[in-house]
């Protein structure tokens, strides 16, 4: 039976083109202008650039900003303009480089890039004024792809740098004094420089799934100890001893290391040396590692 077109009741249809990406985010912008609410939630919206979101970086008292599980390829210099933004959650998109300028905001405290496409950070990015939580987690950044300055966030009380690409982490970790929680897992680390047990307030430890022979003794320097403590160390290629302490539990590895035949052992086995152990972690499959070329 052939139905006839419904009547339109709401007068004429508009011609106006609809954009239903452009929509959804704007009218999550819009009504923040109108309410002047300072938090946007922009999570899961189909954004793929900035431009489809006008009039965000006019916002100017806007504080926090969550744009994760996007595509965004592309952060524009002009998200410096949000002098008053605490927290940026870009977590989940494609974005491939950040702009110099986002080291110059005053107020960010948070900011969350992990699960990007990331093999670089631009210059001059430990300028960050009271940067506390830095999250680069599931990128492609190794030692090199960090700047000069990158240890100069003294501010920083977390940075997790997890299922990255680093064999090495640099001595001037040792700078970020106010540090407690430090996430190096699985990488491609083969030590851990000692400057890391001369951060006095570290309470958690993150160095699963690395090829990590042997611990240097001023690790035993740190109170990983305590009920709000946390020490991850399983798979990785540890000496027997190490391996054999594990196997008891994490507080006699610490007690362990502390030992002066622990010291003994780690010197001889600097000494003696060969070359890395393998890498474990085949990562050319890492969806970070698709690159966009449009």
């Not at 919206?45 to 489809?52: C, L, Y």
């Not at 430890?205 to 399983?234: C, Y």
């Not at 393998?278 to 990562?283: G, Q, R, V, W």
Request: aromatic share 6%; net charge negative.
């Amino acid at each position: 039976m052939h139905h006839s077109p419904p009547i339109m009741e709401n007068g004429p249809v508009s011609c106006l083109p609809t954009t239903p990406k452009m929509s959804k985010a704007k009218k999550v912008i819009d009504e923040a202008q109108e309410n002047q609410n300072p938090e946007l939630d922009l999570a899961d919206k189909g954004v793929v650039s900035f431009e489809e979101m006008p009039g965000l970086i006019d916002m100017h008292n806007i504080t926090r900003i969550t744009l994760s599980h996007n595509k965004i390829q592309k952060v524009p210099p002009g998200i410096a303009n949000l002098t008053q933004l605490e927290m940026l959650n870009l977590f989940n998109n494609h974005i491939e480089e950040l702009p110099v300028s986002l080291s110059s905001m005053p107020k960010l405290r948070i900011l969350n890039v992990g699960m990007n496409r990331l093999d670089s950070l631009p210059r001059g990015f430990g300028a960050f004024a009271v940067l506390e939580v830095l999250d680069l987690t599931y990128n492609n950044l190794n030692e090199s792809s960090l700047p000069g300055n990158f240890f100069m966030l003294e501010t920083l009380r977390a940075l997790y740098l997890g299922d990255n690409d680093f064999e090495t982490i640099p001595p001037e970790i040792g700078n970020l004094k106010n540090l407690q929680i430090l996430v190096l897992r699985e990488n491609d680390l083969i030590d851990i420089p000692k400057e890391i047990g001369y951060l006095p307030r570290l309470r958690e430890l993150h160095i699963q799934a690395n090829r990590l022979t042997v611990l240097p003794p001023e690790l035993g320097n740190l109170d990983l100890f305590g009920n709000k403590s946390v020490l991850r160390m399983d798979f990785n290629p540890w000496v027997a001893p190490i391996a054999d302490q594990l196997q008891v539990g994490v507080s006699h590895v610490i007690d362990y290391i502390r030992s002066e035949t622990y010291r003994y052992l780690y010197n001889r086995h600097i000494a003696a040396r060969g070359p890395p152990p393998p890498k474990l972690n085949d990562k050319t499959r890492k969806i970070s590692r698709n690159r966009q070329y449009s």
